[in-house]
């Protein structure tokens, strides 16, 4: 035992005092203690006849047998007897304890209130104390038991010995650890909970009250598709991801901050007695740091990207979950930006926010006052580099914020459902553009139209005929219009998405999937549904490297989408490393900032012309 010495040495001192209390009646032998102990149950009058048989062997047997485990201590505590339940929870032989005293293997915090309880019987103060103590059995393992300790005195009520009853309660007290535990500390990654962070952060904030000088900060982390690392690679490998990335969180913090795994792919970090934001973001440029090198997971090398919101504290946080709804309006900023970078709240953050929410619940008034444009960017044909048609894309210049970039107000419309209605005037302002430019474009092969379409607007049943009237209204053909729809839209009602994409089909509306390879569909469903292009996503063009690395990836798509008679569309091309790479794969056509950013439709025109002369 580690501890046995430091614990002999504490107990021999214990011992010390308890040996005042054992002047006044001298030590006892172990069968001498036995047979007193039966002494004070017996009776002073004559024994009926039945109780003859408890004589000093029954009684001994009886302790023996017994299923609780006992054991009989001397006036100093050293062990006299023990019962064989006793020696199999300690794990000692009999003769083993005799040569011990019950201190030496007493958690030696435990030691000093067992000592006072124990002189309080000697002095006749009680007769007997249950207490929960501490201990350790011989190979050393920690034992946690209900302890009932007894005084036995003989007829003249001198203390003759102590009777101690014992119940291992180590399962039941590792049981209760462990709920505990589940409480308060996330499963997979063995990091604090959402629970236990909340709490953590309302003490640091009610520290903050009384030092006012002090600051801490909450960065709110969330993975960047992890969604696609888990279903292309499987659950199993998401997991250990997770727990991967868990580590490498922990290791660019101090032992005083915390780490929390707020549930799914979000994590959380308190960063007490900071001197300022520059503490905070030094935190979030390792992170970002951390994560250059790629995770390894089974046989896969795994890039992950981290999206961070960061709040500093400051005088007049009252609440703990102000701040922490800071950081997530700052992480979704962040997320809107791209994802991979961190962005740090600020108040004016909060009123942009409620400035979106008002904007997309009565968006037909930005409309009104022409917040709401359209931008248009070139859809290329590598062979020639001619312009062979344009996708619309929506901008919203705000009087007060600025321009706002629809990664951040087309999901808040989503969720309003007032898309629905602002889809529909997007679909409509850019049939009458592009059939504008045919027209004072008579001599060029047709200039084609992409829109986007939302998940929302593919909910909706009656979507073809929306189409096919805004169609009629501005007189642009139906195959020059190209629907773009993410794989995500589709598939969140993938029975009722497909139903809609036939009936659009059969209006002669040519179909896209937008973003693809970032979403769920897995290759075979791709077949079920009725498309003509993939757009293959950017965030696989920019993989490509000069020399042509990394292009598997795109291979495949591309094999993919010849074997099913698809066309291609490579989005996010910005150099001409891109482009080669591209074509010596075979794609035909290409979007990106190499050739063209979105233009305003006057700029747009110019360059279709330059382009297409
Ligand atoms: P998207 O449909 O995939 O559009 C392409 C996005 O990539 C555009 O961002 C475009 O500006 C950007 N992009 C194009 N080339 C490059 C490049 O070379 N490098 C980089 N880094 N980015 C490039 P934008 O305009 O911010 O639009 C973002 C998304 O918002 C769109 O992604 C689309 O999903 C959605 N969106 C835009 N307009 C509409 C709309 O009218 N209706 C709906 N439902 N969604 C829209
Ligand atoms: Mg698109
Ligand atoms: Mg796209």
Redesign the pocket.
């Known amino acids: 035992m580690n501890n046995h010495s430091s614990v002999a040495e504490s107990a021999s001192a214990n011992r010390a005092s308890a040996n005042r209390a054992a002047v006044t009646t001298g030590a006892s032998s172990a069968t001498a203690a036995a047979a007193d102990a039966a002494k004070v149950t017996e009776p002073a009058a004559a024994p009926p006849a039945n109780q003859d048989a408890l004589n000093t062997k029954t009684l001994k047997q009886i302790f023996q047998l017994s299923p609780i485990g006992m054991t009989i201590l001397d006036l100093d505590g050293r062990f006299l007897s023990a019962n064989q339940s006793f020696c199999d929870a300690v794990g000692y032989a009999e003769y083993e304890l005799i040569a011990l005293s019950f201190k030496d293997l007493t958690h030696p915090e435990d030691v000093p209130l067992l000592c006072s309880l124990g002189e309080q019987l000697l002095a006749g103060k009680r007769q007997h104390f249950q207490i929960e103590t501490r201990h350790w059995s011989k190979d050393e393992k920690p034992l946690h038991v209900g302890l009932t300790v007894t005084m036995v005195r003989d007829g003249y009520q001198r203390p003759i010995c102590f009777l101690l009853q014992v119940i291992n309660l180590t399962a039941q007290k590792w049981m209760e650890a462990q709920l505990r535990h589940r409480a308060f500390y996330d499963g997979l990654t063995g990091l604090a909970n959402r629970a236990l962070f909340v709490n953590r952060l309302e003490q640091a904030v009610i520290r903050l009250e009384r030092n006012t000088s002090a600051q801490c900060a909450v960065l709110f982390l969330d993975l960047d598709r992890f969604k696609v690392i888990n279903d292309s690679l499987g659950h199993n490998i998401g997991d250990k991801l997770l727990s991967a990335l868990a580590g490498r969180l922990e290791a660019c913090i101090r032992r005083c901050d915390t780490l929390a795994r707020l549930g799914g792919d979000e994590f959380a970090i308190l960063l007490e007695d900071i001197d300022g934001l520059e503490d905070a973001i030094m935190v979030c440029d390792r992170i970002h740091n951390s994560l250059k090198t790629p995770f390894k997971l089974d046989k896969y090398e795994v890039f992950a990207n981290i999206s961070i919101g960061v709040v500093c504290s400051s005088v007049g946080y009252e609440e703990s979950s102000d701040l922490l709804r800071n950081a997530d309006t700052a992480l979704y900023r962040a997320k809107a930006q791209?994802g991979a970078c961190h962005t740090i709240f600020d108040q004016t953050m909060h009123q942009r926010a409620v400035a979106l929410w008002q904007m997309a619940t009565q968006a037909q008034f930005a409309v009104q006052r022409e917040e709401l444009t359209?931008?248009y960017?070139p859809v290329i044909d590598i062979s020639n580099r001619r312009v062979l048609g344009v996708?619309?894309?929506?901008?919203w210049n705000h009087p007060q914020y600025g321009a706002i970039?629809?990664?951040e107000f087309?999901p808040v419309?989503?969720e309003t459902g007032v898309?629905t209605m602002?889809?529909k005037w997007?679909l409509r302002e850019?049939c009458q553009q592009i059939c504008q430019w045919q027209q004072q474009l008579p001599h060029h092969d047709p200039i084609k139209l992409?829109?986007?379409?939302?998940a929302r607007?593919l909910a909706q049943k009656d979507l073809a005929e929306q189409v096919n009237t805004i169609l009629k209204e501005t007189g642009l053909a139906h195959k020059h219009l190209r629907l773009?729809i993410?794989e995500t839209a589709i598939m969140q009602n993938l029975v009722e998405a497909i139903k809609v994409l036939q009936e659009l089909r059969a209006l002669d509306v040519c179909l896209c999937i937008?973003?693809f390879g970032i979403g769920y569909s897995s290759l075979s469903r791709l077949q079920q549904l009725p498309i003509d292009i993939l757009?293959i996503?950017?965030s696989f063009?920019?993989n490509i490297g000069a020399k042509g690395e990394n292009t598997e990836i795109v291979r495949t798509i591309i094999d993919l989408a010849n074997s099913l008679g698809m066309d291609i569309v490579a989005?996010?091309?910005?150099t001409e490393a891109q482009l080669e790479g591209l074509r010596a794969l075979g794609c035909q056509n290409v979007?990106?900032?190499?050739f063209a950013?979105?233009m305003t439709p006057d700029i747009a025109l110019e360059f279709i012309k330059k382009s297409n002369q």
């Open positions: 791209g359209l931008h960017q996708e619309a894309l929506i901008r970039s629809p990664g087309i419309m989503e898309i602002i889809g997007v850019a992409n829109v986007n379409l939302s607007q773009e993410t937008d973003d757009k996503d950017r063009v920019q989005e996010g091309v910005e979007q990106g900032f190499y950013k979105p």
